[in-house]
């Protein structure tokens, strides 16, 4: 079973970067999907990001497109998140999420993904 652990979070002015880290233990990282999502105070858990075990194929919602960029290294088991030019609106809780069913669809839905980490802030001030 997948174990997933963020950190890099932080405090950031608008305009910044962040890079987050997503280590996992166990097996079958190499054959999961990973994603990022993101929970903001009183709104609902979103999709951010997501990256394909088989391919390296990268899916992003629109709102972070050309700001972040998601990608993996299976030799040290870690997901990361890229975050650049960062706007206050991105301010929230970031979660990575493993989607350990070797499906060769990438999952944008977090139902799907079936490992969860326990989350890493992420103020930007204005």
């Known amino acids: 079973q997948v174990q997933l652990v963020e950190s890099g979070g932080g405090l950031v002015q608008a305009g910044g970067s962040l890079r987050l880290s997503c280590a996992a233990s166990?097996?079958?990282?190499?054959?999961?999907?990973m994603g990022w999502f993101r929970q903001a105070p009183g709104k609902e858990r979103e999709f951010v990001a997501a990256?394909?075990?088989?391919?390296?194929?990268?899916f992003y919602t629109d709102s972070v497109k050309g700001r972040f960029t998601i990608s993996r290294d299976n030799a040290k088991n870690t997901v990361y998140l890229q975050m650049n030019s960062l706007k206050p609106e991105d301010t929230a809780v970031y979660y990575c999420?493993?989607?350990?069913?070797?499906?060769?669809?990438?999952?944008?839905?977090?139902?799907?993904?079936?490992?969860w980490g326990q989350g890493t802030q992420v103020t930007v001030s204005s």
């Open positions: 999420a493993a989607d350990t069913g070797s499906s060769g669809v990438v999952p944008v839905n977090g139902n799907e993904y079936d490992v």
């Open positions: 166990g097996r079958t990282f190499r054959r999961s999907n």
């Open positions: 990256i394909s075990w088989i391919t390296g194929s990268t």
